[in-house]
């Protein structure tokens, strides 16, 4: 009987639990035995995205009973050694080192991945003990998204130990390039969480200098998170609130994204965005910081457009191009759902299986 363990902080929405999820039926088929262990408890629903159903979900906080850390990282070691399973797989930085930590001296095959660049991780001294806590002789990989995240390791050991796996994506070859296809609207969409990371701020400025020249156009944001309130706030000092629209999540985004004439990201740092390899899939002309995973996907000017971090008037002037160069933004577009054939599901979950068995 073989068995896997994957340990994430919950399974609500966002880009680690939608490749949790895409990877659940693989990992079932694979394995005899999956269990998602969810270390964090969520808002209700704490599940966002489907889970196969063979895939046995564990709430940590509520199995255990624990009421802090330290507790549930000894409950924690407890069913490990119970179950004892072939391979135990953590995702999300800091879920990696609870778990490298937990199961010190257990003999318990580890692989720990990272979702994140690891460069923008603070403090410094944390990283440096969660570097530490990989050099355990039971850490047997370590997964990056991208090329630019996986040489941050410039330990020795630790290189060695580190592969590099892309995000997949799960869509319908229907959807494979059908933005380019789609009747059009005046729509600039982005899709992330409202946070700092992902600085929608830079987007709503660089869309309102936009909008003085093409005012039937409207930025929608789909997404929820903190900075919701700043955002909120920034589109009305602006003038904007008829404009600019900021829906919260969707269970449907490939659908609502279609009829975009481009997509924006403007994060300050990334592991590799699923949003943007959603939108390139489906064959929409892209605008990216040029960020980790960006950088492996756009080749800027062919199939994509790459900016630097925080270049409000950069972002301005290819969403302009974009809006006044139809022909090119095809071509863009067609060129950008090429992706699809490097990250499709099938091709990634295949390569998470055999990395994984691989382990044991």
Known sequence: MSKIIVNTGT???????RVLSILSKPLADAFDEVHYVMWLDAKYPDIFYDIDPRVKIVRLSKESGATNILQQMIWFRR???REHPDVVL??????????????LLTGINQVVAERNDPNFFRPKWLRRLINWSYLSSDVKGIIMQTE??????????LLRKTTVIYNPIDIDDTYVGAAVKHKKEDVI???GRLTNQKQQWVLIEAFALFHKTHPSYKLVIYGEGEKR?????????????????LPGRSKQVIRDILPAKMFVTTSLYEGMSNALIEAMCVGLPCISTSVSGATDLINDGKNGFLVDEGDVKK???KMLFIADHSEEAN???????????????EVISGEWVNYLKSMI
């Open 11 to 17: 399974l609500s929405a966002g880009g680690a639990e």
């Open 79 to 81: 069913y490990i050694k």
């Open 90 to 103: 953590s995702f999300m930085v800091m879920v990696c080192f609870t778990v490298t930590i937990a199961l």
């Open 148 to 157: 630019k995240n996986k040489i941050f390791f410039s330990n020795g050991r």
């Open 189 to 191: 969409v982005s899709v």
């Open 229 to 245: 309130k700043d955002l909120e706030e920034q589109v009305v000092l602006l003038k904007m609130k008829e404009s600019v629209i």
């Open 315 to 317: 972002v301005f002037e």
């Open 331 to 345: 071509t863009l577009g067609c060129n950008a759902s090429q992706a699809y054939h490097l990250l499709s599901s």
